[in-house]
């Protein structure tokens, strides 16, 4: 089986098992194909660790490290302890077998309870994948770092971590009865998929060649520049990551290029606090479908204007004014539909949409003339 299809059964495997978690599961297989990290924030409880233990396990040969962070955790812990034997030739050295900096997967819970000496640790380690071990500077293999929180970061010496996050999902108990009631029912999965981690970097290497069209780039930068309007403004360097991100979220989707509507993927991305999550998803909407709103309103004006004409007149006159009273606004709102229309396909905007609302649009227009 090609490695795509297995990340296919992976993913939908995934979904099958865990219930109101979709958005979280396509953006942790996004992370894992750009190598980027995930912080998850929400109540325990909420299947955090476990699905990333489930990742973890769909990838033959990968290891996984799992920790709970306090403010009592020690660099022992998740680093390994020191070598007696290089003490002796004093090289103050770690043993770091099982630990930290031998994983390829990791999820540490509650991230931002540990002491500063150790978050500067891992912020080295999850952002230019080292590890500062005596005398050496050693390479990790870690692909992605899965993070947990019940609350967002308030001391600023947290921040340059939390910023490492690029993905981040704000998780709650399950909503909709039915799933939990298949939830309580759900027994442990009898088979999985499962990619070798030889397979992971040949798609990882595959997601660095999908194409970005400039459309893409340019609703990007769109994007940016509507959102810092509203004062919610992204670091240069969490744009540039998102492009690989887009890239992996298309290839997870078996596309062959990048599409605007892998562009929703951002509001998981680009938001700061949780608050300004549906701002962000505003915007992007807007950028992206603001234009088929419009056009969906201007039907909703049409048809109000045919009800306003076929209404009961106590006479013809009245009526014969009412029709031309609305063929004359319905004239205008094709006017505008056809101003609307020449712009988004200047900026390659899709135009099915717009094309079957003017067709509704001028049958209406024509069903009014009929009865002039």
Known sequence: MHPQEKLRKIREELHQQFFERSELIDGALAALLAA???LIIGPPGTAKSMLADELCR???GATYFHWLLT?????EELFGAVSLKALEADDYRRVTTNKLPEAHIAFLDEVFKASSSILNAILTLINERLFHNGRQVTPVPLLTLFGASNELPEDDELLALYDRFLLRFVVSYIGEEFRFLKMLQ????TERTTLTLD?????????RSVPVPNLVLRSLADIRRELQKKN?????RRYRQSVGLLQAFAYLHGRSSVAEADLFLLEHVLWKDPSERIEVHNVIHGLLHGYEDEVQELLFQTRELRDYAERTWDNREQQARAVIEAHTKIRHILAKIEEISQKAGESGRPLDKVTTI???IEAIQQQLL???
């Open 199 to 207: 397979e992971l970097r040949q798609m990882q290497a595959d997601v």
């Open 36 to 38: 980027q990290h995930v």
């Open 232 to 236: 919610i403004v992204a670091s240069d």
């Open 71 to 75: 403010k009592f955790t020690t660099p």
């Open 58 to 60: 769909r990838i033959h």
């Open 358 to 360: 003017k067709r509704e």
């Open 186 to 189: 759900a027994k442990e999965p």
């Open 370 to 372: 009929a009865k002039f």
